[in-house]
């Protein structure tokens, strides 16, 4: 008896053909996203075959086969311009700000969910609203629905996030976060449907916009890109209804960081950019903080031009700034160094890189230990490429004396950096001493 064939997946030969990848290729960019995702995979030739000749991929996997293509193709590729059904069998509205911030909120909460938020994907083609599509808009349905608030309730969500990001700045972001995620769901959102005077909701959905930018960015901390990018989302949507520009450039521009560090250079530049656009009359220290950006996005794609412009730019607007600022979103001389060092590595000035870095670590302010711990040692990590070994074993035994009081995946990335990079120098002495400091307080998986 004869048996029925499959029609080929006519979209997605036409994806693979302008992808221009061969198949082996095509597996592995997608075995890519799933360790990305932190879940692995080990496609090869036939799976993608298969898939192109009308096989449909596991659900999951479907995902990450668009996110791959978004990446190649440099735009948004759905679901139905691959050939596959829509995700969850439908089609239908999201739901609102504030339905989704308790529903994200939540399973970021509990221990027993928050590993399946692990699993979401950083995607380059999210679809980030513009100023317009945000502004003063939230859904009328959550007026009355929990008393009444007024000023003291949204200095309070304001006091509470200071608090936060003085945890997340000094102990890095792992145990803050959930706990961030709770005073969300529990007090802010009852807040934000709570019945108000117009000046108290758009200062409560402001102080709710910040509190979302800062847990995504702990989110970011913690390695989680596709969940820290839904509380961007929910960050500029409040920031939108509260009509606040600020918080809304802060936050395409915290997007725009956490691109580049994934090495996401377009997308960093388009986030960067939209952030300095969307800012009108910016102040000195707000344009050096979205200049700075900007100087470093451009560095990565190779635009050299752009990025001395921004960098010189930004350095112009700090001289013009008042004193340090002291809240979670400042920008400082610090920070501009830091950007100089990323801008001239960027450009293969690996030399003026590290003195940039040197120079931005004399300024920091040095109970930020998470950021700290990660800036030594990108520094140690640049003095030993250029050969400086001693001195890479210097600043890295001046991170690992930090870093036992840090809880931040970023930072053990960085540790298990450092041993994989001394491993071959463990004949040296200096090399030999850092190992076995390290190796006494990181965790065994780091230096495995």
């Given amino acids: 008896m004869a048996v029925g064939k499959r029609d080929p997946n006519r979209g997605l030969e036409r994806l693979f ?65 691959a050939g596959f059904p829509p995700p969850g069998g439908g089609t239908g509205p999201g739901p609102g700000t504030v339905e989704g911030l308790v529903d994200l909120g939540r399973k970021d909460m509990d221990p027993s969910r928050r590993s399946v938020l692990g699993y979401s994907l950083f995607s380059v083609a999210l679809t980030v609203p513009d100023w317009p599509d945000v502004v003063g808009r939230m859904e009328a349905v959550q007026k009355g629905q929990a008393g009444r608030i007024g000023m003291p309730e949204v200095d309070m969500v304001i006091a509470m996030t200071e608090r936060v990001s003085e945890l997340d700045d000094q102990f890095g972001g792992r145990h803050a976060r959930p706990m961030a995620a709770a005073f969300l769901v529990n007090t802010v959102t009852p807040y934000l449907r709570a019945d108000a005077p117009e000046a108290v909701r758009k200062a409560m959905m402001l102080a709710a916009s910040d509190l979302c930018y800062l847990t995504g960015y702990m989110a970011v901390d913690e390695g989680l890109h596709g969940l820290a990018q839904r509380y961007y989302l929910k960050a500029l949507q409040l920031a939108g209804a509260s009509e606040d520009h600020l918080t809304y450039c802060t936050t395409l521009r915290g997007m725009s960081v956490q691109a580049v560090d994934l090495g996401h250079g377009p997308e960093a530049v388009r986030l960067a950019d939209a952030a300095a656009s969307a ?21 990565q794609v190779g635009d050299r031009t752009a990025a001395l412009m921004y960098l010189k730019e930004a350095e112009v607007a700090m001289e013009k700034a008042e004193s340090r600022a002291t809240t979670f979103a400042s920008y400082n001389p610090s ?114």
Avoid at 279 to 299: D, I
Avoid at 337 to 365: C, M, N, P, T, W
Avoid at 431 to 436: C, D, F, T, V
Wanted: charged share 25%; proline share 5%; with cysteine.
């Fill in 335 to 448: 920070s501009l160094s830091y950007h100089a060092g990323q801008v001239r590595y960027e450009l293969g000035d690996l030399r003026g890189s590290i003195e940039a870095l040197e120079e931005s670590d004399k300024l920091r302010y040095h109970l930020h230990w998470r950021s700290r711990v990660r800036y030594l040692s990108m520094l140690a990590e640049r003095q030993c490429q250029i050969g400086h070994l001693e001195a890479a074993c210097d600043t890295w035994g001046k991170a690992i004396d930090i870093y036992p009081h840090v809880q931040s995946a970023q930072c053990d990335e960085r540790m298990r950096e450092m041993f994989s990079r001394i491993r071959p120098h463990l004949g040296n002495a200096a090399a030999r001493q850092l190992h076995e400091r390290a190796r006494a307080v990181a965790p065994a998986t780091l230096s495995a």
């Fill in 279 to 299: 800012s009108p009359q910016a102040g000195p220290r707000m344009r050096a903080f979205l200049a700075g950006q900007q100087a470093h996005s451009a560095a």
């Fill in 17 to 81: 053909r302008e992808s221009t990848w061969t198949l082996s290729q095509f597996a592995r960019e997608v075995n890519r996203m799933g360790t990305e995702r932190g879940t692995p995979l080990r496609y090869r030739e036939p799976s993608v075959h298969q898939w192109l000749g009308g096989h449909l991929p596991k659900e999951h996997v479907r995902p990450l086969i668009l996110e791959a293509l978004a990446r190649r193709l440099r735009r948004p590729v759905t679901h139905a311009e």
